[in-house]
């Protein structure tokens, strides 16, 4: 399971577990609380694939491991949301992305590969629709760690959030976007690539694919 994950996966997963670890020898409970947090977090995708019987490729399970290092451990513990304007806006706008090409990958999934029943523009909407729901519910995560543990995740509040959103927003249009792209049959670069990888690693759910 995990040896088939990237080497930066695993070097990031290693690294949180020696954080943790000497965080609670120096009795510094709120590192080692989120230094925990994120390595559980970032392992979510993995055993949730391993329940469902899907393979996820491995370059997609870094990107979560990435974003969620990213956002709780660097945003937090290293203040990179305070010293870099543009890393609230990196995290959020990639992450919409990935999460509008999940949407667009679990719609597919239902016509079980079947591009000419599943319709272009009803498909991309629920995936928008799913990249942006996320994005709601991620903003509720912060919103109750800022409550219950005192961190300060929305920074300034309503601005913070609504523009967190936003971004959202974009990044979910693109991964929508690249999902209709898809299935009109068209290139779209890497994000198109990701999709095909996906399903070729997974070919028992996709069994009416014509290309």
Known sequence: MFSDQTWLARLIWIALLLVAFTAMVQLRWELAFVALATLTLSLVPVFVARWAEITVPASFISAVVVFVGGTLFLGEVFDFYERFWWWDVAMHGSSAVGFGLIGFV??????????????????????????????????????????????????????????????????????????????????????????????????????????
């Open 106 to 211: 679990l719609v597919f999934m239902m016509f079980q590969g079947d591009r000419f029943a599943a319709p272009p523009v009803a498909v991309s909407f629920f995936a928008f629709c799913f990249g942006l729901s996320i994005g709601a519910v991620w903003e509720m995560f912060e919103f109750g760690m800022d409550q219950l543990f005192g961190f300060n995740m929305q920074k300034s509040g309503l601005i913070d959030t609504m523009g967190d959103l936003i971004v959202d927003m974009i990044g979910a249009g693109i991964g929508a976007a690249t999902g209709y792209v898809y299935l009109k049959q068209r290139e779209y670069g890497w994000l198109t690539s990701v999709i095909d990888e996906f399903i070729r690693r997974n070919p028992r759910l996709f069994k009416r694919l014509r290309k």
